[in-house]
């Protein structure tokens, strides 16, 4: 397929539809916006269903419905939008509806959110943290498969960067293997046929069936979480094995902090980058690992601090964990103001590294 020269918004849009998503609601609010669309314009083009909900809450019960049903669905909104959404979220979760949410944030101050969730019960939201336009195509397609593989919701965190910038990028669909069967969907086939099915926390299966109880369905979950913490971390590590200072960071940030590392390493510094792709679960062990040689960590995000509560249980008090970067947020309250450059990053990495040095 040729590359095409698409907005990180239409190229996400089309993503989805090559992954098969034939469902797709969401209220307008920016960068979330560009998204909804997107494929408000495409989905009908492959007899799908895009809906402008009255609300984020209306949005996100309609795709849980949809994905109830056994349709690929999505959903998203910015982080205050998600906010909303939590509940649903939640009980997706618990009552394990597959469905894909899309944060397009305004900002990195919704990790969090992200990681940590705010609906109730034992449940984790797997979420990928795309570093550019290109990775976020490929995510999206990657998020259907493991919203279906898991039978859970599971979260993109993107932003104004990957929602708005050009890129030349190659949409395609991607082969994950065969979809698993969906013999548990609410499809209307055997309404009053006496096997008619229900989702509902632990009266699962048929109507009539008194299903595993509370505690057992709740183990269960808790189980699968588990396993998905084990299995499904993902990272990217950049010239971490003789690095002194390794910076972590995540989603676009992530870009600006290669950048540096790159250009350091010209000078001679022996600086290296670490890079969450998933941020639950959290690539624990490998950035432990990644931080083998170090004799300091930074932590390049730009909010208050939210990051660096996983990376310090990453690392322990071996050594010091120190933060880079602040809350920065431009005047339209939609970027990340004016400390994600790479001077203002390259600026002050060099300056921890020569503090370390003179110690």
């Not at 984020?56 to 669905?73: K, P, T, Y």
């Not at 998020?143 to 993109?156: E, G, K, S």
């Not at 971390?233 to 690095?243: L, M, T, V």
């Not at 679960?281 to 040689?293: D, V």
């Amino acid at each position: 397929m040729t590359a095409r020269l698409l907005q990180g918004s239409d190229a996400v849009a089309r993503s989805a539809i090559e992954a098969g998503c034939r469902f797709f609601a969401g209220y307008p609010m920016l960068p979330f916006t560009d998204l909804l669309e997107s494929m408000a314009r495409l989905m009908p083009a492959v007899d799908g269903v895009c809906m402008n909900a009255e609300s984020e809450i209306e949005a996100v019960n309609m795709a849980l419905g949809a994905g109830a049903a056994g349709a690929r669905a999505a959903t998203g909104s910015c982080g205050q939008g998600i906010a909303l959404m939590q509940e649903a979220i939640a009980e997706a979760a618990l009552n394990e509806v597959p469905f894909v949410v899309f944060n397009m944030a305004r900002g990195q101050q919704d990790y969090f959110q992200a990681t940590r969730g705010g609906g109730w019960g034992d449940y984790r939201t797997l979420c990928l943290a795309p570093k550019d336009v290109s990775e976020a195509v490929e995510h999206t397609q990657l998020l259907f498969h493991l919203a279906d593989r898991y039978r859970a919701p599971v979260m993109m965190y993107g932003d104004y960067l990957i929602s708005h910038t050009y890129m030349s990028v190659e949409v395609e669909r991607r082969d994950y293997g065969p979809r698993p069967a969906k013999d548990w969907a609410l499809d209307g086939r055997r309404g009053g046929t006496g096997r008619s099915r229900q989702i509902w926390t632990w009266a699962m299966g048929k109507a009539n069936d008194p299903g595993p109880g509370p505690d057992r369905h709740w183990q269960r979950i808790a189980e699968k979480f588990d396993d998905m913490g084990r299995v499904e971390s993902r990272w990217e590590a950049e010239r971490c094995d003789d690095a002194e200072t390794v910076v972590v960071s995540f989603g676009t940030a992530a870009a600006f902090v290669e950048q540096v590392v790159a250009e350091l390493r010209e000078d001679g510094l022996r600086v290296g980058a670490f890079r969450p792709v998933s941020l639950w679960p959290f690539p624990e062990a490998a950035l432990a690992e990644a931080c083998a040689s170090a004799s300091q960590v930074l932590v390049f995000e730009v909010n208050a601090g939210q990051m660096i509560d996983d990376v310090r249980l990453s690392i322990g008090r071996r050594i010091p964990v120190r933060p880079l970067g602040r809350v920065s947020i431009d005047f339209s309250g939609m970027r990340q103001g004016e400390i994600l450059t790479v001077p203002w990053i390259r600026d002050r990495v060099r300056a921890a590294v020569k503090e370390v040095a003179v110690k």
